[in-house]
């Protein structure tokens, strides 16, 4: 098992004028399963490609085990970003055969396991002399999946590798991910929108929201400090005075607040409220959705409970 | 074992809780290897890391212990002293919930205590 940690410092992210990540600061340690979360747009590909030198970066550094990963083989031997294969695109990879672009794979991952790729290719029953523009969606995931299992590189990155899988084969991705990542310790960094399935599987979540890392935590840790209160309106907002409170939702009488309680806080006693435990998926809407408005009270405005990201503002 | 995960709870306290409840009912025996980390984390398909955070809570609660090289086992005596601590927290875990809705319903105290009386002998619960 290797050491070495990938961390980007105010990483910055420009296509153009149009500014993707705005000063990503990032540190991601060996031997985790991390997983990446945030809307459709909020960067994560972009982000995952920059860290991973697929991409340049604008500005700020990436380095993996202290070495820069630009341009650098001794770092890049350690990473793989197995990238979404897009079924509209007919040239390039995509219009190489199953096995060929394995084979290509193979040649690119210094530590390539060629047995477990075929293991693996055999288990999802994949054609693999069909062309990769030819493959259903949910084909194209198991090529990417095969292709991050199979590099045994110490920092392995998966772009939403369940995307169109069947809940059997995603069943089965993540058993494989599993018993890989308790035999090897390499790190996986995993986005994905199918959270509630995923979250058991993060020891750490990373939330992404409009190119800036709003919360990196132990999954646990992160649900144990988040709570769905509901019930008679000025109850809740008695209860729960004083606490970081997102996306309210108001129905007649009856209120509903999703609570990030900060260390030694707790919702006070006395008032008849539901209290429920919330999944990352409910936390997730919560605090990105569109009425995710939260009010944090003055007296933690200088140290809020969510991380805005390096830099404000553009 | 193979009991559903729920969200209700965290799932490292799933995790303790069902071993509990297969030394209860002899799934488990005492003096014998409980799964492993990685084992119950394929299972579940859930992290390892979550699987030993129960795995050590029935460590620190003495229901376990390690076999150095070997791997977990039951400890001897460990099937009495979870039903002992389980008692001994039935009213939190259990009754208090009851009462809470009693009162919300009016329900007296010795209609609650009738109720019960009256359905204990019975195994099911009816209305």
Redesign the interface.
């Given at each position: 098992m290797s050491t070495g940690k990938l961390i980007c410092n105010d990483l910055v992210k420009k296509y153009g004028k149009k500014e993707i990540l705005h000063g990503i600061d990032l540190e991601l340690e060996p031997d985790r399963i991390y997983g990446l979360i945030g809307r459709n747009g909020a960067g994560k590909t972009t982000l995952l490609s920059t860290l991973t030198a697929q991409s340049p970066v604008t500005s700020g550094t990436v380095t993996y085990n202290g070495l820069p990963v630009w341009e650098n083989q001794d770092a890049l031997d350690h990473i793989c970003f197995s990238r979404e294969l897009n079924p509209l695109i007919g040239w390039g990879a995509n219009s190489l055969k199953v096995k060929d672009y394995l084979k290509a794979a193979s040649i690119f991952f210094p530590h390539w396991d060629k047995q477990l790729a075929e293991r693996l290719v055999q288990d999802f029953e994949l054609e693999t002399k069909k062309k990769i523009c030819k493959l259903s969606k949910g084909m194209m995931s198991m090529v990417t999946i095969i292709i991050a299992l199979a590099s045994k590189a110490d920092m392995t990155f998966l772009d939403e590798p369940v995307a169109g899988l069947d809940v059997i084969a995603r069943d089965a991705f993540y058993r494989e991910l599993l018993s890989e990542y308790t035999e090897t310790g390499r790190t996986f960094l995993i986005s994905t929108h199918i959270i509630e399935e995923a979250e058991d599987l993060f020891e750490e979540t990373i939330f992404l929201n409009d190119g800036r890392i709003l919360l990196k935590e132990s999954t646990q840790a992160l649900l144990e400090r988040a709570i769905h209160i509901s019930g008679k309106a000025e109850d809740v907002d008695a209860a729960t005075t004083g606490l970081a409170v997102y996306h309210p939702e108001k129905l007649g009488r009856s209120k509903a607040v999703t609570v990030l309680l900060q260390e030694g806080q707790c919702i006070a006693d006395g008032y008849d409220l539901s209290s429920q435990p919330v999944n990352l998926q409910n936390l997730m809407v919560a605090l990105c959705g569109p009425d995710s408005q939260h009010s944090v009270p003055d007296s933690q405005q200088n140290t809020p409970d969510v991380k805005t990201g390096g830099r404000k503002g553009r | 074992m193979n009991e559903y995960?729920s969200?209700?709870?965290?799932?490292?306290l799933q995790i303790a809780e069902m071993l509990e409840n297969d030394i209860l009912r002899d799934v488990l025996l005492e003096e014998e290897r409980v799964p492993s980390t990685?084992e119950l984390?394929?299972l579940?398909?859930?992290?390892?890391?979550?699987a030993a955070?129960g795995i050590n809570l029935l460590v620190d609660t003495g229901v376990l212990y390690k076999k150095r090289g070997i791997g977990m086992f039951v400890a001897s005596g460990a099937k009495e002293a979870i039903r002992m601590r389980r008692r001994n927290g039935f009213f939190d875990s259990y009754l208090s919930s009851v009462l809470e809705e009693a009162r919300?319903l009016n329900i007296s105290r010795s209609e609650l205590i009738s109720m019960i009386g009256d359905n204990y002998e019975r195994g099911t619960k009816e209305s």
């Open positions: - | 995960l969200q209700e709870k965290s799932i490292y990685n984390a394929k579940y398909a859930i992290n390892p890391a979550t955070k919300r």
